[in-house]
């Protein structure tokens, strides 16, 4: 039988340049999406994908990110004095097992793949995923739980993808398919960041995947790719020429990049709109805005 994936590897140690000057003291995954910070988005998917050990590769300067973690008896006992039992639940929701996340440190920001090599000796020999917090994905079924189930059939590696304008493939790594079976496809090749003209296809890696200790093996060569950084796909597709199985995996679901300006306040609309306590107030203040546009023309 075949190991259930248990670890996750949350890399958060990037510099989030384009969320300057908050981030320049509040890390990028703690910016909220409607009441939530980014990396809660992140941890509930893992959990409901069997997750059970969270790895966080961080750097200077996020330590608001690991108080986030910590419990609040105060507050609780605050709450629950005042009758807030909704909110008490809420909260207490967030709160981790003692020793479920650890955190590795990055000591300087030298690529995706790096910062999950940083992770190497927490993960062992096992399989393990990798989740960007930038990518909020609403589904009904948590993507990295659709992967789960996925990769319970394949076994192998397995990154998230999806199809993107052609003239945006230079954002993105982008795959190279020898089979395509529907939602998931055989990957003969993996380009980080191609121009449009030399991209093989429009089918991006977004940011969820479930990889062998194999990767991690290859990331030991430390070798610098596009950017001068060390990325992540090329340890990906190193394995392809040793002719061990890529899958990517059409997931069914709404992907938002919030570590871009657009994306994050695209996710905010959406996440708002589908909250019902929101929904009425939120939806009327947005028609109002559209028909004020014309006007203003
Ligand atoms: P990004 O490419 O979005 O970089 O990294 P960034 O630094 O977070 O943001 P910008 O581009 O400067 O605005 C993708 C993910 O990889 C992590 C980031 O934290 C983010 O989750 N990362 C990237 C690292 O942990 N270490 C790195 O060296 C690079």
């Given at each position: 039988m075949k190991r259930k994936v248990t670890k996750a590897i949350f890399p958060v140690a990037g510099l989030g340049t384009r969320f300057l000057p908050a981030t320049?003291?509040?890390?990028?995954?703690?910016?909220?999406?409607v009441d939530r910070p980014l990396i809660q988005y992140a941890i509930d998917e893992a959990r409901a994908a069997g997750i059970k050990e969270f790895i966080f590769v961080t750097s200077r300067g996020k330590s608001a990110l690991e108080d986030y973690f910590d419990d609040a008896p105060e507050l609780e006992t605050s709450l629950r004095k005042k009758g807030k039992t909704q909110l008490l639940e809420e909260l207490k929701a967030t709160n981790m097992d003692s020793g479920a996340i650890a955190y590795v440190r990055q000591n300087r920001p030298m690529g995706l793949g790096h910062a999950v090599w940083c992770a190497r000796r927490l993960v062992g020999n096992e399989s393990f995923a990798v989740i960007l917090t930038d990518d909020v994905i609403a589904a009904e079924k948590p993507c990295l739980q659709q992967m789960m189930e996925a990769h319970a059939e394949t076994g192998g590696n397995i990154v998230a993808a999806?199809?993107?304008?052609?003239?945006?493939?230079?954002?993105?790594?982008?795959?190279?398919v020898s089979e395509d079976m529907?939602?998931?496809v055989r990957v003969k090749g993996m380009v980080e960041k191609p121009a449009p003209d030399v991209a093989p296809s429009n089918l991006a890696v977004?940011?969820?995947?479930?990889?062998?200790?194999?990767?991690?093996?290859?990331?030991?060569?430390?070798?610098?790719?596009?950017?001068?950084?060390?990325?992540?796909?090329?340890?990906?597709?190193?394995e392809i020429r040793n002719d061990n199985p890529v899958y990517g995996f059409r997931f069914r679901g709404q992907r938002y990049d919030?570590?871009?300006?657009?994306?994050?306040?695209?996710?905010?609309?959406?996440?708002?709109?589908?909250?019902?306590?929101?929904?009425?107030?939120?939806?009327?203040?947005?028609?109002?805005?559209?028909?004020?546009?014309?006007?203003?023309?």
């Open positions: 320049k003291s509040i890390p990028k995954e703690i910016l909220t999406l999806m199809e993107v304008p052609h003239d945006k493939t230079s954002s993105y790594g982008v795959l190279d529907g939602s998931l977004i940011g969820r995947y479930i990889l062998t200790p194999k990767v991690m093996q290859n990331l030991n060569k430390k070798k610098e790719g596009a950017g001068g950084e060390i990325q992540l796909t090329d340890a990906i597709a190193e919030c570590g871009s300006k657009a994306g994050f306040l695209q996710a905010t609309v959406a996440f708002g709109l589908a909250r019902p306590d929101l929904r009425d107030e939120f939806s009327d203040f947005l028609g109002d805005v559209v028909a004020m546009r014309p006007a203003a023309e």
